[in-house]
């Protein structure tokens, strides 16, 4: 039996039963890929259940304000991800579909390579392969591939292509990716329960443990921000026009940043957001000479859900 037939066997006995696998919705696949990027799916699945209640289809999506949805997606960080979301709804909505392939989706807001292929394979059928983080793995540890996968997917595609040929492609490429989340891990995998470990080179040569290469990881920046947090009537005073490269186009407390090579001695709170290391020291200052708008306290999260703001608000009060 051919090494995609026994990863197809092994998923329709074995796949996991995940909210957003009831059926091909485009719209439900295309919610759940977004909200996957970067999260796990325990993770992810009280927050898809919550955000398809609210919005069940891309109408409901795309006629709702972006301060209706933010805070529906607070928690799962990573916002720049719903702010896409939002405006490529607005303009499937507008143009009356969601496109069949991954070239047009390519166009939009929020699709990259891999987001792009796994809707147009699972919801469409476009007989495109993924390659995730899980399917690098299997790839990499099977056919024993030491390349630099983070600057080229292509020979992964194409072996990926290569399993799933004549086979249902959405349904190889939830497989390979689900072979990758639950049997070939990072550190512990099941190789006594993988249905293609007789052939693995990884496991043959005893190598699955250096498979796949490790990317490099960005350094950390350390930035060292001071927010100007001013208060009126119970509001505070939020801006979009500031020079953060964190939360970009985000409300923020108005204030200054600055890219230090070390950190602060002093500072009140200290914030990771992905490689930036951020330094809160409260600022005296009592202006603000960038266009603002005032909003209530307790409606902030519906403009920037981030706990950093929180956290800012929380240390003032203390």
Known sequence: MKTGQKIFNWYQKNKRDLPWRKNTNPYHVWVSEVMLQQTTVQAVIPYYKKFIKKFPDLKSLAKSPLEEVLPYWAGLGYYSRVKNLHKSAQMFFKEKRIPKTADQLKKYPGFGPYTSKAVSSIAFGEFVSVVDGNVIRVLCRHENLKILWWKNTKKLEQIAQSWSKNLPIGDMNQALMELGATICTPKSPSCNQCPISKTCQANKLNKIHTLPLKRPRKNKEIWIWKPQVMFKNNKVLLTQKHSCPFLKNSWLFPGSIHKKKTPPQKYALKHSI???????????????????KWYAVNEIQKVNPSSLLQKVLKRINQ
């Open 274 to 292: 992905t490689h930036h290391d951020i330094f809160i020291c409260l600022s005296e200052k009592q202006s603000s000479k960038v266009p603002s």
